[in-house]
């Protein structure tokens, strides 16, 4: 019994604490998906691997966290909540998913590619919507039960690739982050406005690169946040380096200004692989 009695105030302490590190608006949407987020940059950030699934590119597997993972996040607007985010899916899920966001008055944003050569085809639906938290929270949810997604998963490991990170760090210029079989790198493009606000890397907003393998063959997958006048050039810069192009295209409607992302593959040195990266990071203005 008194075991029994330890228990229940020992898991309440755990509920409430980590109840106390959602903030108050943010606390429906956390209830409701049944997933922990956590603030980034003013944003609350819940992510989703597809970890239902195993992946593989051109014949070789390669980690959920290379970039098969859903997400969302949510911010304050005043009286209203924004939620962008990015569901990945198969392609028989694409068309339950919209109708169900559409119940739920979430706009669909973009649909596309992200990879060439992956198995299973995953097709990627950038979304976006304004209103009270709650509701939109519960047409996530419903949109994502629709698909495979699991509601729990494995807990992010500290496992790395076997490159060296502070070599890639130091060509590239910017920190990155080991984790979950990846090294990978994202850098904000401030000063691109939506719905009054400005967009932070938190929202999507952002380039980055994540790498697998070793110092001497590695693969690199990533996405570039461009304006359209530099577009060519970063497509310039990466062909220079032999960087596949995958696809570009818009995530968002009516951000100001106007952004495209490319999606880009490589394999080879890191080093090379990282200076390709940084030289197209250069075309950004």
Same mark, same amino acid.
């Given at each position: ?28 949407? #956390?209830?409701?998906?049944? =997933? ?56 028989? #899920?694409?068309?339950?998913?919209? *109708? ?7 706009? =669909? ?42 509601? *729990? ?6 496992? *790395?690739? @076997? ?106 040195? @890191?080093?090379?692989? @990282? ?11």
């Amino acid at each position: 019994m008194r075991l029994r009695i330890f228990l229940c105030l020992f898991i309440g302490t755990i509920a409430s604490f980590s109840s106390a590190q959602t903030p108050a608006d943010f606390r429906e949407v #956390e209830q409701v998906l049944g =997933v922990s987020g956590q603030m980034q940059e003013g944003a609350f950030v819940v992510s989703f691997p597809r970890s239902d699934l195993r992946f593989a590119i051109y014949g070789e597997n390669v980690p959920t966290a290379f970039g098969f993972g859903s997400w969302t996040a949510w911010r304050n607007m005043g009286k209203e909540t924004m939620v962008m985010g990015d569901l990945v899916l198969l392609e028989k #899920e694409i068309n339950p998913v919209i *109708s169900a966001l559409a119940e739920a008055n979430i706009d =669909v944003t973009a649909l596309h590619n992200h990879f060439l050569g992956e198995k299973p085809r995953i097709m990627y639906m950038h979304v976006h919507g304004m209103g009270q938290a709650g509701p939109l929270a519960r047409g996530i949810r419903k949109a994502l039960d629709k698909t495979g997604t699991p509601w *729990s998963h494995p807990a992010a490991t500290s496992a *790395s690739p @076997a490159v060296n990170t502070k070599r890639i760090e130091e060509i590239i210029g910017h920190a990155g982050k080991a984790g979950s079989g990846i090294f990978k790198i994202t850098v904000g493009r401030p000063g691109v406005r939506m719905n009054g606000g400005e967009l932070t890397s938190s929202m999507g907003l952002n380039s980055w690169i994540a790498f697998i393998g070793t110092n001497e063959r590695s693969h690199v997958a990533g996405d570039i946040a461009m304006v359209a006048n530099e577009v060519n050039p970063v497509i310039r810069a990466l062909r220079k380096h032999g960087i596949r192009i995958l696809a570009v295209h818009n995530h968002m409607l009516g951000e100001e200004p106007r952004i495209f992302f490319l999606h880009y593959w490589g394999t080879g040195r @890191a080093e090379y692989l @990282a200076q390709a990266f940084r030289d197209a990071l250069a075309q950004l203005k």
